[in-house]
């Protein structure tokens, strides 16, 4: 089978991740004034307290499936026992997982919106993204994908009119996840065959799946336990609200900085199984380096803007998400290089009880600061604790592999980027003592941050920056003839 261009399925990719960033701009303004700080953090701490029965119907399984799919794109067979095994394994948990929830939403007080959040885990019963994943398939699942979201902005704007349409807009969210998941499956007939019942062995590589889920489990308490213990710890749906908020737009802002992760782990899967050792540095020390030119001015560019920004596009009442999202924006960074060493070479070259213990250090930081910041800063703390939990994880990942992947290389891969950053700030940080908070000033802001940013790569003649600009302008050119 011919090997995918990375850069057209990260183009692919990043489309999708366009998408989910612009919908929340489109989406989150409206649901702010509507729903309020109240009905928001509601949603958002039933939603963290479902992620936990997600995670156990999903276990480590779309990352083992999409891996194993990796090393055997290229045998129609064998992808075809790696699939059922995977996804008949992926249905008895999912099936475990969603009675075990329907029992505990019985039992709570939002039965309603609790019981509407099981379509999250029918979503992973009906799911096969991974496998289109493993197949470096993405315009499929990106095809999908903007479909889904089209129709959820829709839904969001005839259907979610009042305060009291929380359960409407959480049927919304959930089931369009569902649908979105159970379309893919008309590709699939394409791709592989049927096997025979005797030939399914779907706890053939349990051990492995549940290797790849303790990583999962230790992550998911950094990712989500904030949400639930914010709510625990304050009782007060507003904190949740305002870091859910914050929150929101710093991972929306790091979609752009992953979504080369998940195009190079089948890439780096397929190298590492032909034994191309030295091919797989080099894409890793690559991906490294793409996180540094892109994480940084986004990371700094986001706490640049975010006093103009939030104002004028959550309303009144929300000013607290200027210090969180300040906070968390540092969240792109310490991400981003945990991605690439974390689920971009780890998981690839089935070093996962690397990423276990690193990510289990993580959580037991998280979930220490969590217990204490929590009681004295409610949001803020939980934002501070995300990120000390993150940047551990990340230092530490980076410490074990130093024999394999140099440290000091990975950081001096950083130098141009954060000399560019640095200017950048701080044109932003005097612009915006001029600019009151409104859409064209911050749209001010971000192109003067950006123009800033570029034009000192070009004096500085970044090889990098400049080699792909080079290659764009090149593919043009051709395509004009």
């Not at 919106?113 to 999250?120: D, E, G, K, M, V």
């Not at 009291?164 to 807009?169: F, L, N, S, T």
Request: hydrophobic share 50%; charged share 15%; aromatic share 14%.
């Amino acid at each position: 089978m011919a090997q995918k261009s990375i850069k057209k399925n990260y183009v692919y990719n990043l489309c999708y991740q366009i998408l989910t960033i612009i919908t929340p701009l489109i989406t989150a303004p409206y649901l702010a004034r509507v729903l309020g700080a109240d009905g928001i953090g509601t949603i958002s701490y039933t939603d963290s307290v479902a992620a936990y029965f997600v995670l156990l119907a999903t276990m480590g399984i779309s990352t083992y499936g999409q891996r194993e799919i990796s090393y055997v794109q290229d045998s129609i067979e064998g992808r075809s026992h790696v699939f059922w095994n995977t996804k008949v394994l992926e249905i008895i948990t999912s099936v475990i997982s969603l009675c075990a929830f329907v029992l505990f939403s019985l039992y709570q007080e939002n039965i309603i919106i609790y019981l509407i959040f099981s379509f999250n885990i029918l979503a992973v019963l009906m799911d096969i993204t991974w496998f289109f994943q493993g197949m470096e398939e993405f315009g499929k699942t990106v095809f999908r994908n903007i479909i889904v979201k089209l129709l959820g902005i829709i839904y969001i704007f005839l259907f979610v009119k009042t305060s009291d349409d929380i359960a409407v807009y959480a049927f919304g969210t959930c089931f369009f996840a569902f649908i979105a998941n159970v379309s893919l499956w008309f590709y699939l007939p394409k791709y592989i065959d049927r096997i025979k019942f005797c030939d399914l062995h779907p706890f053939k590589d349990f051990k492995t799946v549940l290797s790849l889920f303790i990583p999962t489990v230790a992550i998911q308490v950094y990712t989500v336990l904030d949400k639930t213990m914010i709510g625990i710890v304050t009782k007060n749906s507003f904190e949740n609200g305002y870091y859910e908020q914050a929150i929101k737009m710093s991972k929306m802002t790091l979609m752009f900085v992953i979504s080369l992760g998940t195009v190079m782990i089948p890439r780096i899967g397929y190298h590492y199984e032909q034994k191309q050792y030295d091919e797989v540095k080099r894409l890793v020390y690559r991906a490294y380096r793409f996180v540094w030119f892109l994480g940084i001015p986004l990371c700094f560019g986001l706490i640049g803007v975010a006093s103009n920004f939030v104002p004028w596009f959550f309303g009144p009442g929300y000013e607290k998400v200027i210090v969180l999202l300040k906070i968390l924006a540092f969240l792109i960074l310490a991400i981003g290089i945990s991605n690439v060493t974390g689920m971009q070479y780890l998981i690839p070259t089935k070093k996962q009880n690397t990423l276990t213990l690193t990510v289990i250090i993580g959580a037991v930081v998280n979930f220490t600061l969590n217990s204490l910041l929590i009681y004295f800063y409610q949001s803020i703390g939980a934002a501070i604790a995300s990120v000390a939990a993150e940047v551990t994880v990340t230092v530490t990942q980076i410490m074990i592999v130093r024999q394999e992947l140099s440290p000091l290389t990975i950081l001096k891969q950083s130098v141009n980027y954060l000399l560019a950053g640095a200017l950048m700030s701080a044109g932003l940080w005097k612009a915006s003592g001029y600019l009151e908070p409104s859409v064209i000033n911050t749209l001010i802001l971000v192109v003067m941050g950006g123009s800033i940013y570029i034009g000192t790569l070009f004096l500085i003649k970044d090889t990098f920056f400049i080699t792909n600009i080079k290659g764009i302008l090149r593919k043009i050119s051709v395509k004009r003839k």
